[in-house]
């Protein structure tokens, strides 16, 4: 009976689309004058929650790029996708633009996005940040989104995040302000992930070892990951001026998180014993 | 006659293809294991050199998503295309796969690319790095080229970069260590993107912006970039916990750097004027 239930497990795994991918917009990550810490945020939230990020795309703020980069990600199916920046007030401000464009829509007032906007300035003047407020352009442009999106409440800035379903895809837009990206993530995002992961867990740890050359290190990870072959197992040479060694990096996803601890520790007992007698050294490495 | 001189300048400078994609892969970068510190470092310098980033794309280790970000980018006509990481001897190095599979070629051993890779590891040998050494299929690997490419010397460690030209694109595949991608991109790639980009010279100056909240600044950078069109503005809004203002980044292209540089400090001059009319404070932000 056992064997059934967990082909049925994993039958119900296969089937569950946990595809996202990332599109971030901005020409100061074009540019190099920011790191994208944004897709690095939302890649380790993601993961951890149990969904795969297939794709990291990054586009400039220019309204063809953007809806083609969203065109196209939304042919390749993933369960949701996520932007990152151009919801804000000035003219370079895309996104939505490019999501109607995508989608072929329009953008139109949303009642509830403008009525966060207004709360937000009025919140603003009680607090003396600013004098007087008018609903210029540039602020209802914040509340022009496409039909049918839902505005997702920005507890720390003015433009809300956005959520449009669009032929299966959820597509999420978030501002480029980390702080505000973050916080409407967490509080509107994250519970939408939940539902399609359901108890995923993502399960990580990493090995220092020195002494082997990466290409002799490399039949032994065939070796290991061919007898563990839930986990994934990953070199990383590090350089330094005063030091050179190898991270093996261990990943599984499991339902149980113990069954991915038990997977990701005998992986390493083995992989460690191989090194060892090949005359490596191995130290496990804090997260 | 300046006028005439001027139009043959613009038509000169658009007829030339300075775009350029990033491709990085690594399911490291997917997972959120570690910042693309690597596709920060190029941008920047491409930028400073120039050319136009486009586009970044991130994949995992695998081949089909490898080889369709490669071929996307190809019928993107940029004049360059850069990927990083995936050349190593392991099992999910697949660059170079996925670059045969995307313009149609076999991969075969490159005599070129094995002197390299034989020579490092005899030095290897020769510092007492390693006892010695056999040029297993793994060490092999990294040798295996696509027909007809180039091989670019990796000074730092064992894999070359390698280049290969295809319908009107170079195609630059780098390690992902940073230490060999930024030795082989100063040492093998900058004199091919210098080819490209002539003198021209990225400029860039940013203004922090006090006491008038972005919305209120919209029309103004649309109003300064109206006078002056090749200067491009882009407001960044900050928000720490101690304190929130925005950043007014100003940037411009040209092959004249005191050209680049008037027009910078003129169109700073001029938004610091409007600021400071309505009630703002403005304080040149240190590179």
């Given at each position: 009976?056992?064997?059934?239930?967990?082909?049925?497990?994993a039958?119900n795994?296969?089937t569950?689309?946990?595809?996202?991918?990332?599109?971030?917009?901005?020409?100061?990550?074009?540019?190099?004058k920011?790191?994208?810490?944004?897709a690095?945020?939302?890649?380790?939230r993601?993961t951890?929650?149990?969904?795969?990020?297939?794709r990291?795309?990054?586009?400039?703020?220019?309204?063809?790029?953007?809806?083609?980069?969203?065109?196209?990600?939304?042919?390749?199916?993933?369960?949701?996708?996520?932007?990152?920046?151009?919801?804000?007030?000035?003219?370079?401000d895309k996104t939505?633009?490019?999501v109607?464009?995508?989608?072929?829509?329009?953008?139109?007032?949303?009642?509830?996005?403008?009525?966060?906007?207004?709360?937000?300035y009025?919140?603003?003047?009680?607090?003396?940040?600013?004098?007087?407020?008018?609903?210029?352009k540039?602020?209802?442009?914040?509340?022009?989104?496409?039909?049918?999106?839902k505005?997702l409440?920005?507890?720390?800035?003015?433009a809300?995040?956005?959520l449009?379903?669009?032929e299966?895809?959820?597509?999420?837009?978030?501002?480029?302000?980390?702080?505000?990206?973050?916080?409407?993530?967490?509080?509107?995002?994250?519970?939408?992930?939940?539902?399609?992961?359901?108890?995923?867990?993502?399960?990580?740890?990493?090995?220092?070892v020195?002494?082997v050359?990466?290409?002799?290190?490399?039949?032994?990870?065939e070796?290991?990951?061919?007898?563990?072959?839930?986990?994934?197992?990953?070199s990383?040479?590090?350089?330094?001026?005063?030091?050179?060694?190898?991270?093996?990096?261990f990943?599984?996803?499991?339902?149980?998180?113990?069954?991915?601890?038990?997977?990701?520790?005998r992986?390493?007992?083995?992989?460690?014993?191989?090194?060892?007698?090949?005359?490596?050294?191995?130290?496990p490495?804090?997260a």
């Amino acid at each position: 009976m056992q064997s059934i239930i967990l082909a049925v497990g994993a039958i119900n795994l296969s089937t569950v689309n946990r595809n996202v991918e990332l599109i971030c917009i901005g020409n100061e990550l074009l540019i190099g004058k920011i790191l994208n810490t944004n897709a690095h945020w939302l890649a380790r939230r993601i993961t951890s929650l149990g969904l795969l990020v297939r794709r990291i795309t990054v586009v400039g703020d220019d309204l063809d790029e953007i809806s083609s980069a969203i065109r196209e990600a939304i042919q390749r199916k993933p369960s949701f996708i996520i932007t990152t920046g151009g919801l804000g007030p000035t003219f370079d401000d895309k996104t939505l633009e490019g999501v109607a464009k995508a989608i072929g829509c329009e953008l139109e007032e949303n009642k509830e996005a403008l009525e966060m906007i207004k709360k937000r300035y009025e919140q603003y003047v009680a607090e003396g940040r600013i004098k007087k407020f008018e609903l210029t352009k540039y602020r209802i442009k914040m509340a022009m989104l496409p039909k049918g999106a839902k505005p997702l409440p920005n507890p720390v800035g003015t433009a809300p995040g956005v959520l449009v379903k669009y032929e299966g895809v959820n597509l999420v837009m978030l501002p480029g302000v980390p702080q505000e990206m973050m916080a409407i993530f967490d509080e509107s995002v994250v519970p939408l992930l939940r539902e399609v992961a359901g108890n995923m867990v993502f399960y990580e740890a990493s090995l220092e070892v020195r002494g082997v050359p990466e290409s002799d290190l490399a039949p032994l990870i065939e070796q290991v990951m061919r007898e563990n072959p839930y986990v994934y197992i990953k070199s990383h040479p590090k350089i330094s001026e005063k030091t050179s060694y190898i991270e093996l990096h261990f990943s599984t996803t499991s339902e149980d998180s113990s069954v991915a601890r038990q997977r990701i520790e005998r992986s390493i007992m083995h992989m460690s014993e191989l090194i060892s007698e090949r005359g490596g050294k191995v130290r496990p490495i804090q997260a």
